[in-house]
């Protein structure tokens, strides 16, 4: 879908060229205690009470069942399914589910386990674990703003936020329910649920409603309310001199907004398409995962199976490629929303890079070189100086509700870059050596601190 609006419009929004109309709430964070008091279970999520008040805290009040006051309601209309129109009662039973541990196989997961409300509804982890102590192969993507992107996954083999959340629960290595009927039969005697069902859809539970449930619970988590919406609001001390510095670049020499633009058609931060940045390619043979893939989907093509590999098997490495099999997605990965950013590490599809810092070294140099690689990765020529302006820029993407949680990332990341950080590779970013070089014959780059 092309939207060519999206944000209400107004002669204000005009004269500072676009901002983000999110709900003025409090600055309150998701943990208003120390990170260090927060309870939290054998995966290190927080407690699913303390998630709930934690909740309750940075929504206090009911959830809406229309559009959301930040969007244009038309284009809000296109991107809500027809069978699924928001109420408070399907509200109230997705929000029910989403902390529900009875849809995990040995009941100690659930949507929230991943998805933390503590951690910028992620898990803050290289790659999700599910049942049994089982490692994933994917990072977990924030569920804030979810609901007008246009496909899910890191590979967008989902299409709706509704579809979308079917499919953890029957994975084997995340929730591990072995069927549908399995899992409806696990909350089916809950009799709070089964008026919860009647009332939002008027009909008895199915594993389709619960899915549309929870799709309409997520599309609440509306968090755009960042100091960068203030500042283009016209608040000058909204960011720092060193942001602003980092937005220009942001713009322009760094080449962010290529993939990633911030405007009134699309304030999510998303081209919604999908790219080989060369993250994959440190350590994977593309060509032989193809065929693999190939041939693996050949013997079932099933929705399910799909989702076992994409999760489970070094094939999750071919990204888009297991969904269209076209030789020009391999490798490719959908482009995530960059609000609230800085408070979801660490990064990338895989989570290899834990800082914003890993994430800017790794463009400057211009990826990782794979016959693959998107045609619009080259180095950046950024500068010690310059990649700390776009750093501090994007922290200040950060809806102001997590402002306690944006600083301690800010402190945090800023220590580990300082002393875990690789050595910048000074050759590659300012093209002393080419990619193809370092390919071909093996030249090495001249590299410093």
Request: aromatic content about 8%.
């Amino acid at each position: 879908m092309c939207c060519t609006r999206f944000l209400r419009s107004g002669p204000w929004l005009a004269a500072v060229g676009f901002v983000f109309l999110g709900a003025n709430l409090p600055g309150v964070n998701a943990a208003d205690e120390s990170a260090q008091s927060v309870p939290r279970d054998q995966f290190g999520a927080a407690t699913v009470e303390f998630q709930q008040q934690a909740l309750d805290k940075l929504m206090p009040a009911p959830a809406a069942s229309k559009a959301h006051e930040a969007f244009d309601p038309v284009i809000w209309e296109a991107f809500v399914p027809a069978d699924n129109k928001p109420t408070p009662e399907r509200i109230a039973l997705g929000r029910k589910l989403y902390f529900d541990k009875r849809l995990s196989q040995d009941g100690s997961v659930s949507c929230a386990t991943c998805h933390d409300v503590t951690r910028g509804f992620t898990d803050q982890r290289a790659t999700a674990e599910g049942i049994g102590g089982q490692i994933g192969k994917r990072n977990s993507p924030t569920t804030l703003n979810v609901a007008l992107l246009q496909t899910l996954f890191w590979d967008g083999r989902s299409p709706t936020v509704d579809h979308q959340a079917k499919m953890p629960i029957l994975n084997p290595i995340e929730m591990g329910m072995p069927d549908e009927a399995t899992a409806l039969k696990a909350i089916r005697d809950d009799q709070e649920y089964q008026e919860a069902f009647k009332k939002a859809y008027g009909r008895e539970m199915n594993y389709e409603d619960m899915g549309r449930a929870m799709g309409a619970f997520e599309r609440t988590l509306v968090f755009l309310d960042s100091p960068l919406r203030r500042f283009l609001a016209g608040d000058q001390e909204a960011i720092s001199s060193q942001a602003r510095a980092g937005w220009e670049l942001f713009n322009g020499k760094a080449r962010c907004v290529a993939c990633h633009p911030i405007n009134p058609s699309n304030p999510l931060g998303t081209d919604n398409r999908f790219h080989n940045v060369g993250v994959a390619a440190r350590h994977q043979n593309f060509e032989s995962l193809a065929k693999q893939a190939i041939k693996a989907l050949a013997e079932d093509a099933s929705e399910q199976k799909l989702d076992e590999l994409a999760t489970a098997s070094d094939l999750s490495e071919l990204g888009r490629f297991m969904v269209t099999q076209n030789r020009s997605d391999i490798g490719s990965f959908r482009t995530p929303l960059i609000l609230n950013i800085g408070i979801t590490p660490p990064y990338m599809h895989d989570g290899s890079l834990a800082t914003l810092w890993d994430v800017m070294d790794h463009y400057n140099k211009g990826g990782e070189a794979n016959p693959f690689l998107d045609g619009g990765i080259e180095p950046l020529a950024l500068t010690e100086e310059e990649i700390d302006q776009v750093v501090a820029f994007l922290f200040t993407l950060t809806d102001v509700r997590f402002s306690e949680e944006n600083q301690r990332q800010i402190e945090l990341q800023r220590a580990a870059a300082a002393k875990q950080r690789p050595v910048r590779d000074e050759a590659m970013a300012f093209r002393q050596t080419l990619p193809f070089e370092q390919r071909v014959t093996g030249a090495k780059s001249t590299e410093q601190k």
